[in-house]
């Protein structure tokens, strides 16, 4: 079974609205972020909320509720924030997982840029294993992280009935971005 990982930066929303997909389909699957702290919206833009990576969702969810209900059930944080402690107890930081995953996909090319360039050849290549790590543009917002989700799950359906991913994946790329319609950015590295 194909492993995967979804990155985004803070493993709030498009992250783990993919891993809530893929996960609800049998998919073995985690999800983190590339952030140096979890962000969220504010009361005002100069003022997000910002936790440590692995404050736990509910916690998260309990402070917001507490600041300001309303406002943070208007702008669905609480809702999201619901849906995320349904999954896992608190976000992850890409860069001190030690797990191994078959395709890594990012929702944003910076994150795409901090995986490839920064954190996997930091790591060196011990086992010598490829990984796949595709990055889908998604913007950070309810709508368009419940429409990539769908997205990234039709791609992970197509990987996950590849004879061979490896040799096949430029060409399952091509296909699922004429069914998605969204961009993509692709490379190989190694575990």
Request: charge should be negative; aromatic fraction near 10%; glycine fraction near 6%.
């Amino acid at each position: 079974m194909v492993t995967f990982a979804i990155i985004c930066a803070s493993n709030q929303n498009r992250s783990m609205e993919a891993h809530y997909t893929l996960s609800k389909k049998g998919f073995k699957v985690a999800s983190f972020g590339t952030g140096s702290a979890v962000r969220l919206p504010g009361q005002s833009i100069d003022k997000p909320n910002i936790y440590p990576f692995g404050t736990p969702y509910d916690h998260i969810y309990q402070d917001l509720q507490k600041k300001d209900f309303r406002l943070y059930s208007q702008n669905g944080l609480l809702d999201m924030l619901d849906r995320n402690r349904k999954i896992k107890r608190a976000p992850e930081r890409w860069q001190e997982t030690t797990g191994f995953y078959d395709i890594i996909i990012t929702c944003e090319e910076r994150c795409f840029d901090a995986v490839c360039e920064v954190d996997l050849i930091g790591r060196g290549e011990e086992r010598n294993l490829p990984v796949h790590i595709i990055n889908v543009e998604i913007k950070d917002n309810h709508e368009d992280a419940m429409l990539g989700g769908k997205a990234i799950l039709q791609l992970a359906e197509m990987v996950e009935k590849a004879s061979n991913v490896d040799q096949d994946m430029q060409t399952i790329l091509e296909k699922w971005k004429e069914k998605s319609k969204y961009s993509y950015l692709h490379c190989v590295a190694y575990f």
